[in-house]
């Protein structure tokens, strides 16, 4: 047994002995998004302090904890705060969390992020509805010995992000009267944001969006078998595509100003995924 594969082990067993039954879907809230975790009921809080093995996120925005309970009549669990690359974690504590639910045995993960807009037709404060993605974070998840009871040594990847649920996602927005838009988000590890010429080089290849999560965790949720579902929320255009500089609190502002439409559609993917 590798050490991971026995400290994901460890912290799923604490997790599915606090939890009355194993969630359905898991989904991970984004920048700014926290707030979705009001709206489980009957919920169990695990702080990821206390979870053992879990690590810590250090970003503003990122409350850090896992909520389990319902929504909708589902179950869900839901993890407030991420750990990023940029922080300094090494890859198998920015997957953690994945391959926590992934073994407690939830069959499907929403990831959530901020991004912004390399599609010049992408309003500011859209949700993007990810249809695949761009490795561009120098690096794989997957690096190292491969742990069979995890997944495959290549995993397939040619349908990362589930073409089902991509559809729940339009029949979702459609209900709530939500214009949501689809592309393709290139996944770089940050912290700083791109040049203006890094943006017109990731338009070039066919990027529509772009940020500094998701990756990873979509990688290593279809390594365990799981289903995926990426929603970003178009925070800011990209770099360069207006003449002003780009900030941390305008992607915090857009994605407030956002996050009742952004619940809403979760609630409604959650309940029809
Ligand atoms: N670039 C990278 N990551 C981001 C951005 C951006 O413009 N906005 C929100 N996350």
């Not at 991970?28 to 489980?40: M, Q, R, W």
């Not at 066919?206 to 970003?232: C, F, K, N, Y």
């Amino acid at each position: 047994m590798t050490d991971e594969y026995a400290r994901v082990q460890e912290a799923a067993a604490f997790v599915g002995a606090r939890v009355p039954t194993v969630p359905e879907m898991a989904i991970v809230l984004g920048s700014g998004l926290g707030d979705f975790a009001a709206h489980v009921a009957d919920a169990v809080v695990l702080p990821y302090e206390t979870i053992p093995g879990w690590p810590r996120p250090t970003v503003v925005g990122h409350a850090g904890k896992l909520v389990v309970g319902q929504v909708r009549g589902r179950r869900v669990a839901v993890l407030s705060g991420r750990a990023h690359f940029y922080e300094g974690h090494p890859m198998a504590n920015v997957v953690f969390a994945t391959r926590v639910v992934a073994m407690l045995g939830v069959k499907a993960i929403l990831l959530t992020n901020a991004a912004g807009g390399i599609n010049t037709a992408f309003p500011q404060g859209v949700l993007m509805v990810i249809d695949d993605h761009l490795n561009l974070i120098g690096t794989n998840p997957l690096i190292g010995p491969n742990e069979d009871r995890f997944g495959p040594r290549f995993p397939d990847m040619t349908e990362v992000y589930s073409k089902r649920l991509r559809a729940v996602a339009d029949r979702a927005a459609a209900k709530n009267g939500l214009a949501i838009a689809h592309g393709i988000y290139a996944g770089l590890h940050g912290p700083s944001y791109e040049t203006p010429a890094e943006i017109r080089y990731l338009r070039a290849i066919g990027a529509d969006a772009v940020g500094m999560s998701t990756v990873p965790e979509a990688i290593v949720a279809r390594h365990m078998g799981m289903e995926v579902l990426g929603i970003s929320c178009i925070t800011n255009m990209a770099a360069g595509v207006f003449d002003q500089p780009l900030n941390h609190s305008e992607v915090m502002e857009t994605a407030q100003r956002v996050r009742g439409a952004f619940i809403a559609l979760l609630e409604e993917i959650v309940e029809n995924a």
